[in-house]
């Protein structure tokens, strides 16, 4: 077979740009830092790319979200124990009532010092967490817990002493956050199992409605009712009324229990998606990003193909436009 002078220039020129196309591809590579530059250079791996930066994307959104939640957690528990120190404080007050012979006088300094504590307990109650209202439910549009001018109080426009269930405050529906699991219905609502309550209710801590005596569950009516009954003297109904304010106390406990657990689970589902993030962000850079190592090796072999292709050229092309090329 005969081989033509133009068909070995041809040839040649060909190993020569492919030659010449590595290197510079392998450069770009270098000084980029990159697997590829253009989706079209490796679809596959760019398709995997993209995929793997949607959902470090997702993650780092439900990061958000969690690290929100736990800080708003974290300051209404800060209420909720502001509070129980608040009820230590007026079971101080009260038996110094109880305690000795105390004058009327002495009883009306005492019942204004509740007075004062009971609207602390109020106004920690209707805190917020930037522009949310942290004990109000479901609701967030008005500060949950109002007092009318006869002194009742009121949990989203519903009277706490009268309501006989939980569900008799119509704003008061758990509030679920998806923290990556994706969250799916169930009967009556939201799995649990694929949520996090983020909502708190400030009446499932203070208590509501009335117990078989009669005397409100409430924490906020009952220190109401002991300082009426001290102003009036009636230091025995004070302190029958402070053995049924301990007991409702049990629910304010049991709220700080039930919160410290979400705080547990909130804090587990931010060490889950951190590390997803971390191994999402390694497989990253295993797609996108080049071996400086590997493809320097890579650049000198291209290096080396690309000069001995051009002094194998002295012998192919004619001289004047391999001088030229020179």
């Excluded at 708003?72 to 124990?81: C, G, N, Q, V």
């Excluded at 939980?166 to 609502?189: Q, R």
């Excluded at 797609?287 to 193909?305: G, H, I, R």
Aim: aromatic share 6%; with cysteine; hydrophobic share 35%.
């Amino acid at each position: 077979m005969r081989i033509t002078e133009s068909a070995l220039s041809q040839t040649y020129l060909k190993n020569l740009q492919r030659n010449m196309s590595d290197l510079s591809s392998s450069n770009l590579k270098l000084s980029s830092g990159r697997n590829f530059n253009h989706v079209s250079e490796d679809t596959g791996s760019a398709a995997r790319a993209f995929a793997v930066r949607d959902q470090i994307q997702k993650n780092q959104e439900y990061v958000n979200t969690v690290e929100s939640s736990i800080g708003e957690l974290d300051t209404a528990d800060d209420s909720i124990m502001t509070v129980s120190s608040i009820l230590k404080t007026v079971y101080e007050n009260v038996s110094k009532a109880n305690g000795g012979s105390k004058s009327q006088e002495d009883l009306d300094a005492i019942a204004e010092q509740l007075h004062g504590l009971n609207n602390e307990i109020l106004q920690t109650m209707n805190s917020k967490y930037g522009d949310k209202f942290l004990f109000s439910g479901s609701s967030n549009g008005e500060q949950p817990f109002t007092v009318d001018e006869a002194g009742k109080l009121f949990f989203n426009g519903v009277a706490v002493d009268d309501a006989v269930a939980g569900t008799d405050f119509h704003e008061n529906k758990v509030v679920y956050l998806d923290i990556g699991f994706g969250m799916t219905s169930a009967p009556g609502g939201i799995n649990s199992q694929t949520g996090i309550k983020i909502s708190t209710s400030g009446v499932d801590a203070l208590g509501y409605g009335k117990d078989a005596e009669g005397e409100p569950n409430n924490i906020y009516s009952l220190i109401s009712k002991i300082e009426a009954q001290l102003k009036a003297g009636d230091k025995e109904g004070a302190a029958n009324s402070m053995t049924h304010l301990k007991k409702s106390e049990e629910k304010l406990s049991a709220c700080i229990s039930e919160m410290g657990t979400r705080q547990s689970i909130l804090d587990r589902a931010k060490d889950r998606l951190d590390a997803e993030t971390i191994n999402l962000q390694s497989r990253q850079k295993d797609l996108e990003l080049v071996s400086l190592e590997s493809e320097s090796v890579n650049n000198k072999t291209y290096e080396m193909a690309w000069m001995v292709t051009l002094q194998l050229g002295s012998s192919i092309i004619p001289p004047s436009i391999f001088d030229f090329m020179r």
